[in-house]
């Protein structure tokens, strides 16, 4: 059997790997236009915490190792599902039994006259991340305020004296907290000397010497030394027209990372896959999302029959200080209990349905999430869906207290039994290069607290 998987990103990386632990005799094949790396800790390295060469997932000789034959620094370019074969930038055909397509996304770089000009940094790729720490930004300003742009936030912050956020939505995070909770964290932002535009639509982007001015539509003009773009992705596809793969959002795929073209998987950010909580097939670009995916397509694409359960909604983010996390269907108003005391910075909610928790959000600063490890209790209640039956009550009058009822709904053995692949682990901890940091020893702390018996 000859895999060839396309991407050498988080869910190209978790495919080759589970291929090989699978079938061991397989050839594999990768084709990928840029090195193996994680653009989660791109962040990391803007705030100049970790060197570049800690953001690379996979070398030559782990994937010399895995018996990979690797196309690097080639793009796939069309495919032709009824010969088998994709074709390289380089005009060289590659047969398949299998294909992965785990093409992930670049970035949407939106119809703003001057948005691909000079001193515009959209921040997706290593490329994009190196440009940035490259330039000078003692005035920055981030255009589009989510998910991404908040992922950099600290690291921008940290090198820049001065930074704007623009919005053009009414409300900053406006696809992961609900207007009470992105009103905390914008006043948040602005004591801490961030300014905060929303409803601010950049009309023109320009320069005046070496900086940039950006003109917005009510007039005003912002005048900074860099901009960084944030304003959306969108998922490599383009090459995959005549191929009669269809695509909606992205490429649709079945629990079984099927696209609608047989021997022809898709996962990761290019995928439209299942919902965990039954919802319309969705995007999820998330890098846990990609590994799943990148995981089960491989088990299928190895002959097992592996059915994924669905992604569930999930936004966790940390910068300057706060936490803000959204799970499942958040954005509903309709049953919900509701905790919010903003001069501490603090806001909860959980939505329910019956006694069942199917959405929540989290703000706070790390003390008051993190430190008490509610994003995970909570995040462990949504995804197993235990009803809490009576414990729902208690839970309205102590918003604050998730442990108890997380405890006794026996949330926390569900998800202990809860595997992708029954009986086997990821082995790679996401590190595939010799000097990779040292793992420690697997241990299973939670069996401690939930199975058996006490011991002294
Ligand atoms: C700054 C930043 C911060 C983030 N923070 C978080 C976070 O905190 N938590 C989180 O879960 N996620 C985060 N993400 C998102 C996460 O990185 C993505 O969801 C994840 O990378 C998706 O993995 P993937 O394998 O699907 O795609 P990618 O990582 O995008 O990998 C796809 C690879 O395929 C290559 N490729 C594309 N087309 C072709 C072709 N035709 N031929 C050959 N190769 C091709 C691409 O160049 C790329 O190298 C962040 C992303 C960024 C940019």
Not at 138 to 161: K, P
Not at 234 to 252: M, T
Not at 443 to 453: E, F, Q, Y
Request: glycine share 12%; with cysteine; charged share 25%.
């Amino acid at each position: 059997m000859r895999h060839v998987v396309v991407g050498a990103g988080p869910a190209g990386l978790a495919a080759i790997e589970t291929l090989r632990a699978l079938d061991p005799a397989a050839e594999i094949a990768l084709v990928c236009d840029e090195p193996a790396y994680a653009r989660m800790v791109l962040p990391y390295f803007i705030e100049g915490k970790i060197e570049e060469r800690a953001v690379f997932t996979a070398d030559e000789t782990w994937l010399d190792g895995q018996g990979v034959e690797v196309h690097g620094g080639r793009r796939v370019e069309a495919i032709e599902p009824d010969a088998r074969t994709v074709a390289l930038d380089d005009g060289t055909p590659l047969a398949y039994d299998r294909l992965l397509l785990a093409t992930g996304s670049r970035v949407r770089v939106p119809a703003i006259p001057g948005a691909d000009g000079e001193g515009v940094v959209p921040m997706w790729t290593l490329e994009h991340a190196r440009g940035w720490r490259g330039r000078g930004h003692d005035e920055t300003a981030i255009v589009g305020a989510g998910f991404i742009a908040f992922t950099i936030l600290d690291g921008v912050a940290a090198r820049s004296r001065k930074l704007t956020f623009l919005e053009i939505e009414p409300q900053i995070l406006p696809r992961m907290l609900d207007a009470p909770a992105s009103a905390l964290v914008a006043a948040h932002l602005a004591d801490l000397g961030i300014d905060v535009r929303v409803s601010a639509r950049v009309a023109e982007i320009g320069t005046q010497g070496a900086r940039s001015v950006l003109r917005l539509e009510d007039g005003d003009d912002l005048i900074c030394d860099s901009v960084i773009l944030a304003t959306g992705i969108r998922p490599n596809v383009d090459f995959l027209q005549g191929s009669g793969i269809e695509v909606d959002d992205a490429i649709v795929v079945d629990e079984r990372m099927r696209t609608t073209v047989p021997d022809v998987f898709a996962a990761g950010d290019v995928a439209q896959g299942p919902d965990l909580l039954g919802g319309a097939r969705g995007v999820r670009a998330i890098q846990p999302v990609a590994v799943d995916h990148g995981r089960v397509a491989a088990a299928n694409m190895a002959g097992e029959d592996v059915r994924y359960e669905g992604a569930l909604v999930m936004n966790i983010l940390a910068a300057q200080g706060l936490e803000a996390s959204s799970f499942g269907h958040w954005e509903r108003d309709d049953d919900v209990t509701v905790v919010s005391n903003p001069a501490n910075r603090i806001y909860r909610k959980y939505v329910w349905e019956g006694g069942r928790l199917v959405g929540g959000i989290l703000v706070g600063p790390t003390v008051a999430v993190t430190g008490l490890n509610d994003v995970g209790m909570l995040k462990g209640l949504i995804q197993t869906g235990v009803d809490l039956g009576s414990w729902r009550g208690w839970l309205e009058e102590n918003p604050l207290e998730l442990r108890r009822p997380f405890v006794a709904s026996g949330a926390a053995t569900r998800l202990l039994e809860s595997t992708l692949l029954a009986g086997r682990a990821s082995t790679g901890g996401g590190f595939r290069w010799p000097a990779a940091p040292a793992r420690r020893p697997r241990r299973d702390p939670h069996a401690t607290l939930v199975g058996g018996s006490p011991r002294a």
